[in-house]
C-alpha cells in the first residue's frame, strides 16, 4: 500500500470541495476522485463549512467547533420506546455476561457447534468503558470501570497469546465434537505486532486446529475516525479471518 504524502490544501480549495459536497449532486466516491482528496478528509471539510455557517452573518453565530448538547436520557428514552414497543419474536438464546478467561463462563460442556466471534484487538483496551452502558442492559455494573483488570492482559503478546489460548480453551470444552470456530481479529498502529502469529499460536494452544486463514483488509474500508480527525492518514493494522476447528 502507498501512502498518499501529506499535502497543504489551500482554504479556497476547500471550500470548493465542501460547497460541492453540500451540493450533493456527485457521490462522495466521484468528488475523492474528482478532487484526490479522500472521502474522510471531504465530510471533515463540509461539516467544518456546516459548522461556520453562521460566522458569515456576523458574530454571535458560534465558531461551529461546540457540538450542540444532548439530552442522553431523552436518546436512550426514544431508543427504549423503538425497541419494547412492539414485541419481539420469540427465540432460543441468551446473553451472558462473564470473563470468557474462566471456564465457568461458558456453563455446559458439548453445547455449541459454531463459536463466531472477535477476540479485542491487540492493543485495544477501551472496549469495557466503551460499552459500559450496553453491558448494564444485561446486568453489568452502573459505574464505568475504568481499570483493566478485567480485559485480557496486553501487556505483551506472549501474555496476550496465553489469556487468549485460556479462552479458546474453555469454548472448546464447551463445544461438541467437529464444532467450528470463525474469528476476525486485529491490532491497533501503534502496537505493531505479528497479528496473524498471534491468532494462530492462541488457537493452537487453545485446542483448535486451524483450518483456513484470510486477509480481512483494514478499518479504512469502512469509516474510520481517526481518518477524520487526524492530520495524516495513519495506517491501520490488516485485519485476518480464521476458520478453526475443535482439535
Ligand atoms: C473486537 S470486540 C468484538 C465485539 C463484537 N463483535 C460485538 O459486536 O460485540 C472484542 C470484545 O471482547 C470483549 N472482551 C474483552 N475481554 C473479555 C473477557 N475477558 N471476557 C469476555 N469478553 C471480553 C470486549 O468487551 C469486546 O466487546
Known amino acids: 500500500m502507498t501512502r498518499r504524502a501529506r499535502r497543504n490544501h489551500t482554504p479556497a480549495f476547500k471550500a470548493k470541495v465542501a460547497l460541492a459536497a453540500v451540493k450533493g449532486d456527485r457521490t462522495l466516491a466521484q468528488l475523492a476522485e474528482q478532487f484526490d482528496v479522500h472521502p474522510n478528509q471531504i465530510t471533515s471539510w463540509k461539516a467544518q463549512l456546516e459548522g461556520g ?11 461551529g467547533a461546540a457540538p450542540p448538547s444532548v439530552d442522553v436520557l431523552s436518546v436512550i428514552r426514544r431508543r427504549a420506546v423503538r425497541y419494547y414497543s412492539h414485541r419481539w419474536p420469540r427465540v432460543a438464546g441468551r446473553a451472558t455476561l462473564g470473563d470468557s478467561r474462566n471456564s465457568e463462563a461458558f456453563e455446559s460442556p ?25 453491558a448494564w442492559f444485561v446486568g453489568g455494573p452502573s459505574n464505568v470501570d475504568y481499570g483493566y483488570g478485567v480485559q485480557v492482559s496486553h501487556e505483551s503478546p506472549e501474555q496476550y497469546m496465553r489469556e487468549l489460548a485460556s479462552v479458546w480453551r474453555n469454548a472448546a470444552s464447551a ?15 501503534d502496537r ?55 482439535a
Open 192 to 246: 505493531q505486532v505479528p497479528v496473524r502469529d498471534i491468532i494462530l499460536d492462541s488457537l493452537k494452544s487453545g485446542g483448535w486446529r486451524v483450518r483456513t486463514v484470510f486477509a480481512a483488509g483494514t478499518a479504512s474500508a469502512g469509516k474510520r475516525q481517526a481518518d477524520s480527525f487526524l492530520r495524516t492518514y495513519s495506517r491501520p493494522v490488516e485485519e485476518c479471518d480464521v476458520w478453526a476447528e475443535v
Open 175 to 189: 463445544c461438541r465434537d467437529g464444532a467450528r470456530l470463525v474469528a476476525r481479529f486485529g491490532g491497533i498502529r
Open 110 to 134: 458439548n453445547l455449541f457447534n459454531w463459536v463466531i466471534t472477535s477476540p479485542p484487538y491487540y492493543g485495544m483496551r477501551t472496549y469495557v468503558q466503551d460499552q459500559w452502558l450496553r
Open 53 to 63: 455557517a453562521a460566522d458569515v452573518f456576523g458574530p454571535g453565530g458560534g465558531n
